[in-house]
């Protein structure tokens, strides 16, 4: 037997490509047939049994009539005449299944009663070939449920060789049916893949021109950008030049405000904030500064007899000299005209006399030349002052007050020399040159 599959094109499959359902029904009714041949034969020996049992049940009703009537006419026990009525009736009745239980009822009664002549024929020929009977109904009630339970088989099995067959037919209708839809979706598929095609290289065409559109604005947005970014950047630097050129232009006003144009010194008003924070300074250190004020001795004489030109040059050297003899961490100070103020943090009054004469011997060793190449030599009067605020509670314009009194002491004792406020003048001296450091 050949049947066609839904994809087999036309190519035959063999018996052994049938569903697992066809062959499953093939093999129960095998093993089927394998099972009912024995049963049969042994139900067809028990049939032969069964006429010989038949035969034999003529007598035995026979046998329970005359005793039914005994015992009725005995009337000696009620209960055994009833269950001998009953035996008689099941074996007319051929009720195989209610024999052996009246029997046993029976069996019972006589022994409770001791009747002997029952139980007599209970247990002869009788009482066996009821049993016999009994068995034999039971083997011809399993025999007739094997042959329906065959009649069933073969039945479900003609069924499901009919459904077998039913679903070969549609599934051959279904596969000529799905291949026809196959073809036909291939078709469309066709016809749909060409407008797809052409709908996507037509998106593909706009998807060009929107790209490039988009590039040509980044790149005008890019542009403008990289404008916008240097015009900023340029605004920018010209704001940090001028904020620059505005900082140092005031820092260049806070230093002329502070400095004196001729000498290049600190001036005056420098002084004020310096020494107040060097006053706490010394407060908090608990050491000493020292005061000095130099006044140029006979100043007025110089600019009326050489000229202010000669006078601004003498001040000019004069703040060299300073600087030549004092060392980084003292200020040296323009007071006004011809007077200087010096700051020496961190001395003391041994210092005194080694700062003074080493600046009246600078000035000996350089003389100002005048015009008409005539030459004169500076001379300074110095008044000191020791300002020591951590252990005498007093301000630096205090110091340098006692500091400018000195000073005037000199001037009227002679000029071109120094003194220490609170303490004797001394007389002007020549000094050797002096090179160490106070």
Sequence with gaps: ?????????????????????????????TLVLVFAAPLAAQIA????LMQGIERAGASSATELDSRIAHVQSSDHNAEIFLRFVRLRNSVAARNTAAIAPDVQRIVAAAEAVGDEATLRVVNSELGETLFDRAKTDSLILERDH????????????????GLELLHQEQFRAASAEQRRKDREISELRAQGQLIAAEKMRQQLVQAQSNQQFQLETLTRH??????LTELLLACLLLAVALAWSQWRASLARKEQALQDPLTGLKNRRFLGPFMEHETER??????????????????KDVNDRWGHKVGDDALVQLAETLHHCMRHSDVICRWGGEEFVIVCPESSEKHVALICNRIRHHLQQAPIVAPGGKSFHLTVSIGAALFSPGVQDEHWETALARADQAMYQVKKNGRDHWSLAGSQPIETRAAAPETAAH
């Design 1 to 29: 037997m050949q049947i066609r599959g839904p994809n087999s094109s036309g190519h035959c499959l063999s018996q052994a490509s049938l569903p697992l359902i066809s062959r499953a029904g093939l093999c129960l009714l």
């Design 45 to 48: 020996g028990r049939d032969a």
């Design 146 to 161: 094997a042959l329906q339970q065959v009649e069933r088989n073969r039945q479900e099995h003609e069924r499901m060789l």
């Design 222 to 227: 890019s542009q403008l950008e990289k404008s």
């Design 282 to 299: 010394l407060r908090r250190s608990g050491l000493a500064a020292i005061v000095l004020m130099a006044d140029i001795d006979l100043f």
